[in-house]
């Protein structure tokens, strides 16, 4: 795989100035892979009583998914989560911002632009992989199997101990990444899986393009200013990033308990898109 997709990178790393790295891509690919394979082979077991549907239609990233209005609503969620995590923060004056030099040569004189654009490059695959795994197929084998609720607790559980391993992690962390997994899993009910891919690629890239702090406890190269979070981590986020702090996780909370009181007209829309497009099809 390395081999054949060797030139892919290549133009793609001349493209943003700077080496695309080929993990987030691998992953997307083996996910993609692994829920074919693992869904088939739920498929073959008929005593489960499980629906005949398409890979995408399971993942819940079929036709009707893509629409725009879906869409937007990730984008405007994510970017809002973090606005408001950042701007209390800020107003509260746990975060400041501070010139930073350029950490390599290739960011000497960089734009910023470039560098964002470099970012999403990676964010952008990788915030997939991760909706794909745990709000498509790990949702979906346990919303069949057992219901939404148990649904949304095995993959926001899962969603916050794939996450134990990086820089930083804490209780705390791990805690709070289970919030986020939670809220992505609400609106995956309400708008789909690229609406919680958006939301998810929003919010990660806020933190490292705009804000220029890490990311879950992982630090980016960007030039120029950096964001600074000061006094204790368990309210600001520290080293892990505005994430990690309570302040993320009273918005996070906020955010979970809107989706409850908010009405279904959103998924009713989805399910009149989705319906819709099987009579096309």
């Known amino acids: 795989m390395e081999s054949a997709a060797g030139p892919v990178f290549a133009w793609l790393s001349g493209v943003v100035g700077e080496p695309v790295p080929m993990y987030p891509y691998a992953m997307l690919a083996g996910v993609i892979g692994g829920s074919w394979v693992g869904f088939r082979a739920f498929e073959l077991a008929p005593e489960r009583g499980v629906p005949s549907r398409t890979l995408s239609e399971r993942l819940g990233v079929d036709g009707a998914h893509w629409r725009l209005r879906p869409l937007l609503t990730g984008v405007l969620l994510g970017s809002a989560a973090i606005g408001l995590t950042a701007g209390v923060l800020w107003a509260t004056g746990l975060l400041r911002f501070e010139t930073a030099t350029p950490l390599t040569d290739v960011m000497v004189g960089d734009s910023w632009g470039n560098v964002a654009l470099r970012l999403l490059v ?160």
């Open 122 to 281: 990676v964010l952008a695959p990788a915030a997939l992989w991760e909706e794909l795994a745990f709000r498509g197929f790990l949702y979906a084998v346990a919303e069949e199997a057992a219901g939404p609720l148990v649904a949304r607790w095995a993959s926001s559980v899962a969603f916050g101990m794939g996450h134990v391993l990086n820089p930083g992690a804490s209780v705390q962390t791990t805690l709070i990444v289970m919030l986020a997994g939670w809220c992505l899993a609400r609106l995956r009910e309400q708008a789909g899986v690229p609406a919680a891919w958006l939301a998810h690629l929003a919010w990660n890239w806020i933190m490292a393009a705009v804000l220029h702090v890490a990311v879950s406890g992982l630090p980016f190269a960007t030039p120029g200013y950096r964001a600074v979070l000061v006094g204790p981590d368990w309210l600001s986020g520290g080293s892990w990033g505005p994430e990690g702090g309570v302040i993320a996780a009273l918005v996070l909370g906020g955010g979970a308990l809107l989706a409850r009181t908010r009405p279904e007209g959103a998924a009713h829309e989805l399910a009149e898109a989705k319906e819709s497009h099987h009579l096309r099809s």
